[in-house]
C-alpha cells in the first residue's frame, strides 16, 4: 500500500526506540486506541550509528498487533548496509524501509532491492548532508518519502537542531507534493507547527509521547498543536 494511502493529511509516529520494552504491547495498544496508525521503529547497527537498537525480533513480536488493528510499521534502518536487513524486516512484518543517503554507495540499487520484499522506501539524510543533494537522489531513485533528521542520528532524547527548519524547506520545495517529507527529532508541542509550516507531513516523536505518564494525551497534544 503507498505510503499516500496510509497519511491523514498528518501523521505523528511514535518512535518505538523511546517506548517502555517492558510494557510494549500494552503501550502500543493504548496509543492505537488514541489514534495512532503509523509507529516509527529504529534499528541501529552500532556502526552507522553508536547504539544497537531494536531488530527483527522486536518487530516480529509486535507487528501483528499493530497490523491487525489497522496500522503500519515505518523501519528507520540507521545501518551500513541496509539492503542486508529487508529480507528479515519484510519476514517479521515492516511496511516500509528508510535508509540512509549516507549509508548507500548505490542507492538505485539499495532502492530495487526494497522493492523485490514489497516494501515502502523512504530515504533519510543527516544534518551535515545538503538537503539538495537528498533530494536530488530522491527523486532519481523514485522513493515513496524523504526523512529530514532534525538530530543527529543515534540516540533518543536531543533537543530540536533550528537549521533543520531550512532543511526541511529546502526539501520540500525540491520533491513532487505526492513524496511526504518527514521529520525525526526533537519533536514536541513547542515546535511541531512550525516544523509542519516549513512542509513537513510525517512527524516522528519519542520521548514527547513515551517520557509522558498519559501517552495517550502527550500524542493528542501533538494533534492538538496541528489542528
Avoid at 497519511?7 to 518512535?15: A, F, G, H, M, Q
Avoid at 537549521?163 to 527529532?185: F, K, N
Wanted: glycine share 8%; aromatic share 8%.
Amino acid at each position: 500500500m503507498p505510503w499516500n494511502d496510509w497519511i491523514r493529511t498528518v501523521e505523528v509516529e511514535p518512535s518505538l526506540y523511546a517506548a517502555d520494552f517492558g510494557h510494549l504491547a500494552d503501550q502500543i495498544d493504548v496509543l492505537m486506541r488514541a489514534g495512532v496508525r503509523i509507529f516509527h521503529f529504529d534499528v541501529g547497527d552500532g556502526h552507522f550509528i553508536e547504539p544497537i537498537t531494536i531488530g527483527p525480533i522486536v518487530l516480529e513480536s509486535i507487528s501483528k498487533q499493530i497490523h491487525d488493528a489497522g496500522g503500519h510499521v515505518d523501519c528507520h534502518l540507521m545501518t551500513e548496509h541496509p539492503e542486508k536487513h529487508f529480507s528479515a524486516i519484510a519476514e517479521a512484518g515492516g511496511d516500509s524501509v528508510t535508509v540512509h543517503y549516507e549509508a548507500c554507495d548505490d542507492l538505485p540499487a539499495v532502492i530495487r532491492a526494497a522493492r523485490v520484499h514489497e516494501l515502502q522506501v523512504g530515504l533519510a539524510f543527516k544534518p551535515e548532508t545538503s538537503a539538495a543533494y537528498a533530494a536530488h537522489a530522491a527523486l532519481a531513485s523514485r522513493v515513496d518519502l524523504v526523512l529530514c533528521m532534525s538530530i543527529e542520528p543515534g540516540y533518543s532524547g536531543q533537543e530540536f537542531m533550528p537549521e533543520a527548519y531550512e532543511r526541511i524547506r529546502t526539501t520540500r520545495s525540491l520533491l513532487p507534493p505526492d513524496v511526504p517529507v518527514q521529520v525525526d527529532g526533537g519533536i514536541g508541542p513547542e515546535n511541531i507547527r512550525a516544523v509542519r509550516d516549513a512542509g513537513a507531513t510525517l512527524f516522528v516523536a519519542g520521548s514527547s509521547i513515551f517520557g509522558r505518564e498519559d501517552l495517550p494525551r502527550a500524542y493528542r497534544r501533538l494533534l492538538q498543536e496541528l489542528a
